[in-house]
């Protein structure tokens, strides 16, 4: 028997953004002629998406670890890296995408339905594309940013139009076996069905799907037989049907009261409430079989079901059975909003929150937010050049303001992010007064002459304007 996999714990790593390039063009008798060193490659994100044709979450059981490629570095003579290759991972359709608290994330029906589990970290900005009409060399490049990593489960619940429920042995899955092409086992002992089975029906011009899930017994909600830790898979079906054993030989059971027993339990499940039922009558084939059938029919009728009288053995009844599923699942798609055709892609949260705060901790502050945290990432902390470009990037970002205004001196520790690789410093304001007239870092004066403060200022808000419009020029989202 293959293995069913219906939950697993998936680790999941996006690629590195590669670093940006601190290059400078050279040539003979021109020894400056500029910066040149080019952007890293994004990282390869890791993506799920629904595959059709896969049927359980196996191949991520047996290897759990998935990791997309690197970016690669940005090189002199203005050369790109490369961006990481996707890592696209095919799912089952029906498949939840939970986090580990069991938050859903995302559920994923429908072919092509798609997911991105974790993002690539963008490419580092090169060199040339950090200059400026104010900082024409620098001697510096950005960082790649880390990929996320991270762990999702995923939760398989099967996509079936029509579910099968009732006692071990009532044939369930005989009757899947004769109403589509499955091939299921079937045997005369309690829990032959060990994980659902699925098959496909077509009646008339409706196609659908059917699924069973392994035989239900009084104290099912309790974990007795198999539980019903499988009705997950059934979940999504727009119709149950009850199948009774009109032959079941234990004196203590009758069809009446198997179906008492399994509403009973359904109710315990819950969320199953609202789904139209039918019954079917099952194993008519055998005489005492079919004298039950008559008995109880007017009853079953009574309480509002619609029954249908079958043998899998005989196949009395089963074009009446599927037919009559046909029409309940037809109706139940009409009802559906229109689903979705296109491709859903859902993505994390986009990294375009400008906002940070700055938050007095005990002996220290702690900046939080996206775009700090980034940048940080983004430091080569072994180049000076590097670090006050960062310095610059936080002081216009209001960083330095805030944490004057939250008390902080020169000399206390700041520490941004808020996750175990936060970056800690002894801060140094660069904001004080006069501080515009000393020039700012990761500027080269051999370059340029002394210009008047207005042009300066126009300068520096030009200067501001092409970083940012560059830098989202370079990293769509
Ligand atoms: N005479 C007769 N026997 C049947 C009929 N349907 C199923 N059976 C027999 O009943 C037994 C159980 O059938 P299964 O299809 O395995 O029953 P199930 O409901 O899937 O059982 P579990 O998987 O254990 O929950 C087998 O020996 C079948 O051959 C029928 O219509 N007539
Ligand atoms: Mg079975």
């Known amino acids: 028997m293959t293995t069913f996999v219906d939950r697993v714990e998936l680790h999941v790593a996006a690629g590195n953004g590669g670093h940006g390039c601190a290059s400078v063009h050279r040539e003979k008798f021109k020894p400056l002629g500029g910066p040149d060193g ?43 890296g490369k961006d990481g290759t996707d890592l696209v991972l095919p799912v089952p359709d029906g498949t939840v995408v939970l986090d580990k608290q069991g938050n859903v994330l995302a559920d994923l029906v429908g072919q092509g339905t798609t997911f991105v589990a974790s993002q690539g970290g963008r490419g580092g900005l090169g060199n040339a594309a950090l200059a400026s009409a104010r900082r024409k060399a620098p001697g510096f490049a950005l960082l ?34 004769v109403l589509s092409a499955a091939k299921p086992k079937i045997a005369d002992y309690p829990f032959t069905t060990l994980v659902p089975n699925l098959g496909v029906v077509t009646a008339g011009s409706t196609v659908y799907t059917i699924a069973d899930v392994p035989g239900l017994i009084p104290g099912a909600s309790q974990g007795k037989g198999l539980g019903l830790e499988f009705l997950r898979h059934v979940e999504r079906c727009s119709v149950l049907v009850h199948v009774l054993d009109t032959a079941a030989l ?24 609202d789904r139209p039922r039918l019954v079917a009558l099952n194993k008519v084939d055998v ?17 509002g079901y619609q029954v249908v009288e079958v043998s899998a053995v005989s196949r009395h009844g ?12 037809a109706a139940a798609r009409a009802a559906k909003p229109q689903e ?20 007095a901790e005990d002996g220290f502050y702690r900046v939080v937010g996206e775009k700090p945290e980034r940048w940080v990432h983004q430091t080569d902390f072994n180049n000076d050049e590097a670090v006050g470009y960062l310095a610059d990037r936080l002081a216009r970002l209001g960083v330095e303001e805030a944490l004057v205004k939250a008390g902080a001196r020169s000399g206390d520790e700041v520490v941004i992010g808020a996750t175990d690789d ?22 080269d004066h051999r370059f340029e002459a002394p210009r008047p403060a207005a042009q300066r ?21």
């Open 38 to 80: 080019g952007n890293g490659g994004r990282g390869g994100d890791v993506i799920l998406v629904v595959d059709q044709s896969v049927t359980t979450l196996l191949d991520y059981h047996h290897s759990p670890h998935r990791r997309a490629t690197n970016g690669k570095p940005g090189e002199g003579g203005n050369r790109s």
């Open 144 to 177: 790649g940013e880390p990929g996320q990593a991270g762990d999702v489960v995923l939760e398989l619940k099967t996509v079936a139009d029509v579910a099968l429920v009732g006692y071990p042995s009532a044939g369930k899955s005989s009757l899947i076996s």
């Open 250 to 273: 234990e004196s203590e059971r009758d069809p009446l009261s198997d179906l008492d027993v399994i509403e009973a339990e359904l109710a315990q499940y819950g969320g199953l409430g």
């Open 287 to 303: 005489p005492d079989g079919q004298d039950l059938a008559d008995i109880i029919r007017p009853d079953l009728e009574a309480r």
């Open 318 to 329: 089963l074009k009446e059975l599927s037919f009559a599923l046909a029409k309940i699942v």
């Open 340 to 359: 979705e055709a296109t491709r859903i892609v859902i993505r994390p949260k986009a990294v375009d929150d400008a906002g940070f705060k700055v938050v």
């Open 422 to 443: 936060a970056v800690v410093f002894d801060w140094e304001p660069t904001i004080t007064a006069g501080a515009e007239m000393l020039g700012r870092r990761g500027e």
């Open 457 to 477: 200022r126009r300068d520096r808000d030009a200067e501001r304007d092409d970083a940012e419009a560059e830098y989202d020029a370079f990293n769509p989202f």
